[in-house]
């Protein structure tokens, strides 16, 4: 049987691990809503040139009044 005939409903849980996995191999596609928690993203792997400009602002402008008051 060709690997590509097995199926998923033989494969028991905790088969496969990340390390039968290749790298690249899950893409955003391939992922669930949800997916991917907050536990999950590394430390300072999320920049703000990869969060939205509205919520990349609101953060800017927290911090701009902390410093000074008020900010806009």
Do not use: P, W
């Not at 690249?24 to 991917?36: C, I, P, R, T």
């Amino acid at each position: 049987m060709a690997i590509s005939q097995i199926k998923a409903s033989s494969i028991f849980a905790d088969t496969i691990t990340a390390a039968d996995i290749a790298a690249d191999a899950v893409g955003a596609s391939e992922l669930g809503d949800n997916a991917v928690d907050t536990n999950a993203i590394q430390a300072l792997a999320v920049t703000s040139a990869k969060v939205a400009t509205s919520v990349a602002n609101t953060g800017r402008n927290v911090a701009m009044s902390m410093i000074f008051g008020s900010y806009q």
